[in-house]
């Protein structure tokens, strides 16, 4: 176990060293973003650190996906590598998703081993995640009790698993991470994988609250603080609607067209005003005072 802590501590130093490298990097060549310029060697190393810690998992490899899981999950493991399949060949196909290897898909069997992987604390949790190039998916049963037996109807399961579960919001992440090269604020990305969340199941994420709030976080907040506002339920539900609104106004090209732009390693803000014609923020309050919504102060 110290053996196994000490060489998890060491890649995650070797990180940070190519993290802040890639930061001077681009102080010295403003013309390459950072991220863009560590992001691969990052994703690279992620892969290797996290293939050595489930090295005792089952695996099993198909053409897109590698997908590492606890034998008490064969059942699950084999529907969902179907179901990641299914869902890569339509990124691939309707955004043409620019992969070159497999994709590792790391399966827990419930929300503690999830915790501690991540370092959360006990309140946290998600049925999936993305980050620096895999994607993590919590056990379908621990979030889903309306889940049958995937042995003795594994069409039922799949089928639900389709509607209910994370793999199209979190291969939205990795792809965007991958056709920007990690340049987008924390916001857009979780708004642009809520409206293609929306858009390729017809999911659409209104617990409590966000469904029609007395008042809106503004768009600084948004920006600067997405991951620390109290209520992350509204915070989702606001970003969702205002890229909902922005591409309605200007069409799914303007997508493409951003996206290129921060390809470039265009900043945001740039890159919003020259697709859209204003700045982020007066496209947010535009919205929101066209939407009949309050700012908070």
Known sequence: MKTTLRIIRWFHWVFIYILLFGLFFGQIHPGVHAVAWTQPVL??????????????????????????????????????????ERVYARFEQRYGLPLNDPVPVFLFPDRTSLQEHFFWHKGQSASGVYYSGAIYLLNPHIWDQKLPDPKADPQTWAKRFRRQGPLV??????????????????????AFAQWVEYKEIGYEW??????RPDALYAYSDLLRHFDDLPDQALAYRESFLFLQWSIRRQGEDSLGKLHKELKRGQDFAAAWQEVYGETPDDSFRQWARQAGYQLRD
């Not at 590492?68 to 493991?77: E, G």
């Not at 979190?170 to 979780?190: C, M, Q, S, V």
């Not at 209104?206 to 469904?211: E, F, L, M, W, Y």
């Open 169 to 190: 919001h979190e291969f939205a992440h990795l792809y965007l991470d991958k056709i920007t090269k990690g340049n987008y604020p924390r916001w857009y990305t979780e």
């Open 43 to 84: 994703h690279e190393g992620n892969k290797l650190v996290e293939t050595w810690r489930f090295r005792d998992a089952e695996r099993i490899q198909t053409e897109h996906i590698s997908l590492f899981y606890p034998p008490s999950l064969k059942p699950q493991a084999r529907l969902i590598a179907r179901e990641a």
């Open 206 to 211: 209104t617990p409590g609250s966000n469904q």
